[in-house]
């Protein structure tokens, strides 16, 4: 009787084991089936939530920006808000779980984002929606005659795309929702610079001069005369009508006020943003607050280096001597490329004394098309390499001493390893191109300064200039938020960044003019860089011994670009495992 009771037994369990799998499995299956139809809809609406937009790459016919557009984006997210609901989370495997997590994250994120004016600023002081466009195809491979066939119809269907912002830009117009006059000065140049008389000297017409010798002679002479008329009557007609509006009717009703709380509804705008850029619901009081701190801390470490180069004088006195000094700046583009690059490869002889996982994919060192220093990742296909841009126009404004802290920061072990790793590890496509400011700026400023611990900034004062870096982001808590949610006028934000950074006055005034066009995107640096040293401290403390740096920059970077409070619960779980 024992003998059969247990059998019985058994069978129950099997039977229980086996519905509870069988549902596990449909709960993954309808999860996966989810994941794969919004992949579909996003590649063919071409816009991926909260991806970096430097990062845009022409592919045919370009996205629809019309407010059609954003209410058929809208419902299509309402509605997957509505399905996930339907999947039993605790059904899914542990990474399973973790992709439900931020993808539900990111669906309620984007459902909030159509409720305010993100679409009535797609102006930026270093950027916009037409110098986006422009710089595209430098980010992009020309292999087959499809990928020319594609940008043949992406120049056509530029019209559409260039009449349907400046619809927005209208719109803004009669809100109320306009830039900043003096930020936006002698704007007009990003948009006239593209007004060349001669088409073969357009950005555009550059990946007509090295084409694939696969395609024939007679067929590269047909798209490069198809790709000069496109040029020449439909892509330069375009640039200047946007110029003329932006010229005649958007500057002549820019806003007075820097702050963006001083436009209707900007102060819940502002809020959002925080929330966006950071992914903490922290107020603009806190980080504020926070600013002040850490721009006194790192003071504290910049005087202990002027100390001990024996320097007379005051701070002030020694900024100023770095900002005018020859010996800190070069005037040969070339030979800050070559400087970048020496620096870049150093650092990759340490790498795997910090980590274990190193990314398979490479990265290219370009002058940057338009200006300042940024990195733009591959786009995942593997034609493509990832790009390290840097500033070789307006090289005063690119001192020699921040040049470590900088490539760190925009190369490896920054944002090219973070983009590289995520695009090559075994997870969901959209947590691949991904892209939370707080975890990808924040690792990026926490790069900078892991390359102390690594043995760099031997110089000190390319030391100082890692400081100065870390000094400028601790400022951005300050000057962006007393900007937005204080009052602070223009001139009283450059006055506080010359004055606790060693950044060149052409840089500083860049910089605020880029804080007021772009609001709470510069708190992402700061605030994701404080929760990452958080993590690594209580990690420290927990683990002693058995704490391994490499094991904690690899789970740091193994799940992709995530929200604050996801990558801290993740870590606290690492830090248990770790304990076992």
């Excluded at 439900?100 to 600023?121: G, P, V």
């Excluded at 000069?228 to 932006?246: G, M, R, S």
Aim: aromatic share 14%; proline share 3%; glycine share 6%.
């Amino acid at each position: 009787m024992k003998i059969k009771q247990l059998s019985i037994g058994i069978l129950l369990f099997s039977g229980l084991s086996l519905t509870t799998s069988t549902f596990a499995n449909q709960n993954s299956e309808k999860f996966q089936q989810l994941l794969d139809e919004h992949w579909q809809n996003a590649n063919k609406e071409q816009i991926f939530f909260r991806k970096d937009p430097d990062a845009f790459r022409m592919n045919g016919k370009l996205p629809e920006m019309s407010a059609k557009g954003r209410e058929r984006r809208a419902t299509y997210n309402h509605e997957l808000l509505s399905r996930i609901e339907t999947i039993d989370v605790t059904q899914l495997t542990s990474a399973e779980q973790v992709s439900y997590r931020l993808f539900k994250y990111e669906r309620e994120a984007e459902e909030k984002s159509y409720q305010f004016q993100d679409h009535l600023y797609p102006l930026t002081y270093y950027s916009g929606f037409h110098s986006y466009f422009a710089g595209a195809p430098a980010n992009m491979s020309f292999l087959t005659e499809q990928d020319y066939r594609n940008y043949l119809i992406s120049l056509a269907d530029y019209p559409r795309y260039n009449q349907e912002h400046i619809v927005d830009l209208k719109q803004a117009v009669a809100l109320g929702h306009t830039h900043y006059c003096k930020s936006f000065k002698g704007y007009e140049k990003s948009i006239s610079k593209h007004l060349v008389n001669n088409v073969e000297e357009s950005v555009f017409y550059a990946p007509m001069l090295n084409m694939p010798t696969a395609i024939s002679p007679a067929q590269q002479s047909t798209y490069r005369q198809q790709v000069k008329n496109l040029i020449k009557n439909t892509v330069l007609p375009e640039y200047q009508a946007f110029y003329d509006f932006f010229t005649q009717e958007y500057m002549t009703n820019c806003r007075t006020t820097a702050g963006i709380n001083s436009v209707k509804g900007g102060a819940d705008y502002y809020q959002y943003l925080i929330e966006y850029y950071t992914t903490t619901d922290l107020t603009a009081d806190e980080i504020h607050q926070t600013g002040l701190d850490e721009v006194k801390r790192i003071r504290q470490e910049m005087q202990t280096i002027i100390k001990a180069v024996g320097f007379k004088g005051e701070f002030k006195d020694f900024i100023k001597f770095l900002r005018t000094d020859p010996q800190f700046y070069t005037d040969n583009a070339m030979d800050m490329l070559e400087k970048a690059s020496y620096i870049t490869r150093k650092m990759a002889a340490q790498l795997p004394k910090w980590f274990t996982v190193l990314p398979r994919s490479t990265f290219d060192i370009k002058s940057s098309p338009n200006g300042g220093a940024y990195y733009v990742a591959s786009d995942g296909s593997g034609t493509t390499s990832g790009t390290y841009f840097l500033e070789t126009k307006n090289l005063e404004s690119q001192p020699l001493y921040t040049l470590e802290a900088l490539t760190f920061h925009e190369a490896e072990p920054g944002h090219h390893f973070q983009s590289a790793i995520a695009q090559e590890v075994d997870m969901a496509e959209f947590r691949k191109t991904l892209y939370h400011a707080a975890y990808g700026e924040g690792w990026g400023l926490y790069s900078e300064r892991l390359g102390k611990e690594m043995g760099f900034y031997q110089d000190p004062y390319s030391d100082f200039g890692r400081l100065t870096y870390e000094a400028w982001r601790a400022c951005r808590l300050v000057v962006d938020t007393g900007i937005h949610a204080k009052g602070w006028t223009r001139q009283q934000a450059i006055d506080y960044l010359a004055d606790n950074t060693a950044l060149s006055m052409a840089d500083v005034i860049g910089q605020i003019d880029r804080y007021i066009s772009w609001p709470a995107q510069a708190l992402s640096y700061k605030i994701g860089e404080i929760k990452i040293r958080q993590l690594r401290a209580t990690a420290e403390a927990a683990l002693g011994n058995k704490f391994d740096v490499r094991a904690f920059h690899d789970q740091m970077l193994k799940n992709g670009s995530l929200p604050m409070a996801l990558l801290e619960e993740l870590t606290m779980d690492w830090i248990k495992q770790q304990q076992i």
